[in-house]
């Protein structure tokens, strides 16, 4: 059970597949339009569960209760070899410029 | 009230009227035509007011360097005698991080002094951060819609990163799936609260970047004791370039031009990839400054979120040139590893266009990149590149000619490989033309059209008369 009061973050669909805009590629059509939204939780609840939020603005949403406490975890990616590659390039370049 | 789809789309008119208090009917002239230049006197501000509104909002006054290591290098690679001064305008160092701010520091002033409680933008790129920075400084509510994930609930880590940063700065954000439905969403919410519509195209947003180009002007007549020759600007809904460019001509009216400045657009190619499709949305490293927006926001302004949208670029743009991917990239590897600046990539391809520009050009030739952005997770090559790996894009290192988006990166061997392309602007005020039609097909145009047409495509009224009559020819009318 998550406590009332919890930053949550719920799903809602807001168009399923058949109520789409016409003019969106096939791949786009078949799927529903969904919304994220994070929040306060408003009543204790369950994953899962329906529930209302209430978000940094005060507005109330209410949508599937899919995280508990969720943050964001982008981050610099994995080591790229061509990026380090690229940077010794150019600094030997300007070295050889500078002589 | 019925929140259904169409019911909410056929409000419309009434949402966006209350939303931006501008009663866009003032400046109608006839179906087609209005007139531009009054709604954005109708602004009401000087550019010296717009300064100190601005500087009292932690906007502007940013610093315009010389890059001497890459003017360097573009002349080891440019024919004997060629290679143009880059200069670079760090538009990082606004508040929220991008030039962006300067776009959303004149909106949110003029809501808080029309007694909006609270504003609403819907944005991919940097807006919604400047939006969320501007109205926790000004206590106004704020709220971002955002397109953040295909189906899978996946989204490419810059786009997660501006996710992140709108939240920081206290705004509420509905993150979506991809889909033109944002819109939907965005008109729902501006009628559920009654807030300010802080949309891009309004003219306060273009008039809050006609201070960067007229501290461009300022600041290299400083330097250089002249105008520059060129200022590359991203392209992308055309504030950008329509902005920039107004502060420059406003500046040289008031100071008298001393040489020609030449506007060129530069987008990142994203040709071949759908903006509304579920499968493509991954598959490209760039959510804004791309063709996606460039190429259809010049051929058709008004298919913004205003009745008239102020961003009007044909009407300055003097060349347009698109960039791929790697070279951007590149450019900004580039950027980090000769001048010892970290930037985000997306801010950087007019800088992949400059530095290829300036091989074709004298050496006492000014080229001013008038636009960075702040890096940091998600917004960094690193972090953009292994994500395209992980969705099966090849990471490459090779000539740009090679690059296919959706299948690979091409990261040039060095700056001698880049290759702009030059679009074709005929064609683009041709498809303009095109859709003018197509939107009044029954339309009878009189000589206010094409006077109204002559400005907004920098034209002239026969070279207008010409190739609508040949458009009409062909659908035989």
């Not at chain 2, 070279?463 to 035989?476: A, E, P, Q, Y």
Request: glycine share 8%; with cysteine; hydrophobic share 35%.
């Amino acid at each position: 059970m998550i406590e009332k009061g919890t930053w949550v973050k719920i799903e809602k669909v807001l168009l399923k597949p058949e109520e789409r805009t016409a003019k969106i590629p096939p791949e786009t059509k078949k799927v529903p339009y969904v919304i994220h939204v994070c929040g306060f939780l408003k009543e204790k609840a369950n994953i899962g569960d329906e529930a209302t939020i209430i978000s940094k603005v005060g507005r109330e949403h209410t949508g599937k209760l899919i995280e508990s406490e969720p943050s964001f975890k982008h981050n610099f990616g994995d080591f790229v070899q061509e990026l380090v590659d690229i940077g010794c390039e150019v600094r030997k370049e300007l070295e050889q410029l500078n002589e | 009230m019925d929140k259904s789809y169409n019911a909410v789309m056929g409000r419309k008119n009434e949402i966006m009227k209350k939303a931006l208090g501008i009663d866009y009917t003032k400046y109608k002239i006839t179906d087609i035509a209005f007139d531009y230049e009054m709604m954005m006197d109708d602004v009401g501000y000087s550019i010296k007011e717009i300064f100190d509104i601005q500087s009292s909002s932690k906007v502007g006054n940013t610093p315009l360097y010389f890059l001497p290591n890459i003017t360097k290098l573009v002349r080891k690679y440019a024919p004997k005698g060629k290679g143009a001064k880059i200069y670079l305008k760090d538009e990082a160092a606004n508040a929220s991080g991008s030039f962006k701010a300067r776009r959303a520091s004149l909106s949110i002033y003029e809501a808080k002094k029309r007694g909006y409680k609270g504003v609403i933008a819907s944005t991919s790129g940097n807006y919604g951060a400047a939006v969320a920075s501007q109205a926790a400084m000004r206590g106004l509510k704020c709220i971002i819609v955002q397109e953040v994930f295909d189906s899978r609930f996946v989204g490419q880590p810059e786009i997660i990163e501006k996710a992140r940063a709108c939240e920081a700065l206290g705004a509420e954000v509905i993150m979506s799936s991809v889909g033109p439905e944002l819109f939907y969403s965005f008109l729902s919410a501006l009628e559920d609260t009654g807030y300010f519509n802080a949309s891009l195209y309004t003219p306060f947003s273009i008039a809050g970047i006609e201070t960067l180009g007229w501290e461009v002007m300022h600041q290299i007549r400083a330097i250089e004791g002249r105008d520059p020759d060129y200022i590359m600007i991203t392209h992308a809904g055309g504030g950008n370039l329509t902005g920039t460019a107004r502060g420059v001509l406003k500046y040289k009216m008031e100071n008298k031009p001393l040489n020609y400045t030449e506007f060129v657009g530069c987008s990142v190619d994203l040709s071949g990839l759908h903006m509304a499709s579920d499968i493509d949305f991954n598959k490209k490293s760039f959510t804004t400054g791309h063709t996606g927006f460039g190429i259809p926001f010049a051929e058709w302004p008004d298919r913004a979120d205003t009745p008239r949208n102020a961003a009007r670029s044909l009407r300055y743009m003097d060349r347009y040139l698109t960039v791929t991917q790697g070279e951007v990239f590149y450019a900004t590897e580039l950027l980090a590893a000769s001048e010892g600046i970290e930037r985000g990539p997306a801010g950087n391809t007019s800088l992949a266009g400059a530095i290829n520009l300036a091989m074709t050009l004298d050496q006492d030739a000014i080229i001013v990149v008038q636009e960075t952005e702040y890096t940091g997770a998600g917004k960094h090559p690193q972090a953009q590149l292994s994500f395209a790996r992980q969705n099966g894009i090849e990471i490459l290192r090779g000539h740009p000619e090679k690059s296919i988006n959706g299948k690979n990166i091409v990261l040039p061997y060095n700056i001698g490989d880049f290759q702009y392309k030059e679009q074709d602007l005929a064609k683009l005020k041709i498809s303009y033309l095109e859709n003018l039609i197509s939107n009044y097909p029954n339309i009878k145009l009189q000589d206010e059209d094409i006077e109204f047409l002559s400005n907004d495509l920098n034209e002239d009224p026969k070279w207008i008369r010409d190739n609508l009559f040949s458009i009409l020819s062909k659908k035989g009318k």
